[in-house]
């Protein structure tokens, strides 16, 4: 009998999903409303430069690679990647700047002259931020959640105990790094989670150890190939993509789902992964009858990630950049209080520039193509909107006079992240993790009412970010495959 598997959004998540299925003997259809794989992540070309939006910083390519590995195929084939030793450089309102290295001699000669301390205890703090990681993998990052009895687990119940869930971010770095420039560049880590260093647990100080002990890589050709090279298997292994269908209603019949349904045509399914962002696609699509244990009032009080302001810019010139850069303003702690209390954009804010053309510039022939990013908060009626003036004025004390090299820019808002990828209020990451319940509670893999539909990307277990989001896509293709199967 044919087993029939939808998939919905082609973000990485969906992406892995319906390799795993497909590969588990599904015939697997993806329905994804934009004619490009990759969700958030795909190329963007202004003027004669070219940009990756979404994910600038990978790590993890391991992770990508085994998608394909996993259901036979070779990675090679469909992707490369480049790994950058000294990677980001951080530089300070006050002409002091470091760079972050991936290796551990050269970091510990950066740390020196701003902080002897941080140089000092650099050893220790990469062998707690590498124990970190591997309980995390151990215990979040490879598994399915499906109801709260999954947390009770002797082995895991030990794990969150021992990942310092108790401990801020920014009080687990002051032990290491006594230079508050130091320890800014370290709390932005918070960010890449979407939260801010001052409530994320210390358990995602782990970031650190994927940054600066297994690398930040550059793919072949720009991120977006990452996509592109998993959909290009995708194909070869048989999934059907179809281009252009957004769903307009998941129908289900008896506690289990039936089939979704496009503008176009109805796809019926024996089991369904919901790629995208289920805190706006469970309530758009599904009727509230169907699912008691998310109701719609669950999706009104929520905490989500930060957003972003986006501006790319393709110059006529280059500049003194890194491939990741970062300027940081005189108080950079202030600007979490301004994202997350005050629901405002940083005063001061720090400002990250990725400018992909340093390694590959092919990307920009005509000169540097800075791909910038203010954190934002999420999206709100009360947020007063930032501009592409306010950037460049930014960036103008590090000595940045970028505006009048501008050949073509070009923005995008919270709100066109939240318009564009159906994302909760514009949130890069799904939910914050700036509370504890939210870090180790996200909504689970598997529906609870309709237990054919499953749950991948970065609103659902283990979180977001390019990696985090395609393991949940081959952990939530494997669970469906299992539930099928018993
Ligand atoms: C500006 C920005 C910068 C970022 N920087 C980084 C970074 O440096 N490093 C990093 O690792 N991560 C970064 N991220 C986060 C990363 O992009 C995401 O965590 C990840 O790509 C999300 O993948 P996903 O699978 O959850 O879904 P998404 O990428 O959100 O994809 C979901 C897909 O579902 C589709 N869809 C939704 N609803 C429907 C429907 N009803 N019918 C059909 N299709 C539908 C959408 O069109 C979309 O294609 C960044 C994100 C942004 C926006």
Redesign the pocket.
């Known amino acids: 009998m044919t087993k029939r598997a939808v998939v919905?959004?082609?973000?990485?998540?969906?992406?892995a999903a319906a390799v795993t299925l497909q590969h588990a003997g599904f015939h697997t259809t993806v329905?994804?409303?934009?004619h490009h794989?990759?969700?958030?992540?795909h190329e963007v070309k202004v003027g004669g430069a070219s940009f990756d939006?979404?994910?600038?910083?990978?790590?993890m390519p391991a992770v990508f690679e085994e998608v394909i590995r996993r259901a036979g195929g070779n990675p090679e084939k469909y992707m490369q990647f480049h790994r950058l030793r000294d990677h980001t450089k951080n530089e300070f309102h006050d002409g002091t700047s470091f760079v972050f290295s991936s290796n551990k001699e050269k970091m510990k000669e950066e740390l020196l002259p701003l902080d002897p301390y941080a140089a000092d205890h650099y050893d220790s703090y990469l062998e707690e931020v590498t124990k970190l990681y591997h309980l995390a993998e151990k215990s979040f990052l490879r598994r399915t959640f499906r109801s709260w009895k999954d947390y009770l687990s002797l082995p895991l119940a030990r794990a969150l105990l021992s990942s310092r869930p108790h401990q801020t971010m920014n009080s687990f770095h002051a032990k290491y790094f006594k230079d508050p420039r130091v320890r800014a560049a370290f709390n932005r880590y918070a960010t890449?989670i979407g939260s801010s260093p001052f409530n994320a647990p210390a358990t995602f100080s782990l970031i650190g150890h994927l940054e600066l002990r297994d690398g930040v890589y550059y793919a072949e050709g720009g991120n977006f190939n990452i996509a592109e090279g998993i959909k290009q298997f995708a194909e070869d292994i048989g999934v059907v993509f179809r281009w252009g269908?957004?769903?307009?209603a998941v129908e289900a019949e008896n506690g289990s789902i039936k089939r979704a349904v496009?503008e176009k045509a109805v796809y019926p399914a024996d089991v369904m992964i919901l790629?995208?962002?289920l805190l706006?696609?469970v309530p758009?699509?599904i009727k509230e009858k169907h699912r008691p244990s998310l109701p719609d009032r669950f999706f009104q009080h929520l905490s989500p990630s930060v957003s972003?302001f986006?501006l790319m810019a393709e110059l006529n010139t280059t500049f003194p950049l890194h491939h990741h850069h970062v300027f940081f303003g005189p108080d950079p702690g202030k600007e979490f209080e301004d994202i997350f209390d005050r629901r405002q954009y940083g005063k001061s804010p720090a400002v990250y520039l990725?400018t992909n053309s340093k390694t590959d510039p092919s990307r920009s022939p005509n000169g540097d193509n800075p791909f910038i990013?203010i954190n934002a908060p999420p999206v709100s009626p009360d947020t007063k909107a930032l501009e592409a003036e306010d950037v460049w004025r930014f960036l103008e004390p590090f000595g940045m006079n970028l505006a009048p090299f501008v050949k073509a820019q070009r923005t995008?808002t919270p709100g066109d992240?939240r318009s564009?990828?159906?994302?909760y209020r514009g949130a890069?990451?799904?939910l914050s993790s700036n509370e504890k319940k939210n870090t180790f509670l996200r909504p689970y893999n598997q529906s609870k009412d309709l237990p054919n539909l499953f749950f991948?990307?970065?609103?659902t277990h283990p979180g977001?970010?390019?990696?985090?989001?395609?393991l949940?896509?081959m952990n939530a293709g494997k669970a469906a495959a299992a539930w099928y199967g018993k």
């Open positions: 919905i959004g082609a973000g990485l998540g969906g992406l329905l994804e409303k934009h794989p990759g969700g958030k992540m939006f979404g994910p600038n910083t990978i790590t890449y269908e957004q769903v307009h496009t790629n995208g962002d706006t696609q758009a699509l972003a986006v990725c990013l995008v992240i564009t990828y159906a994302a890069l990451y799904g991948a990307g970065g609103s977001g970010g390019s990696p985090i989001v395609t949940s896509g």
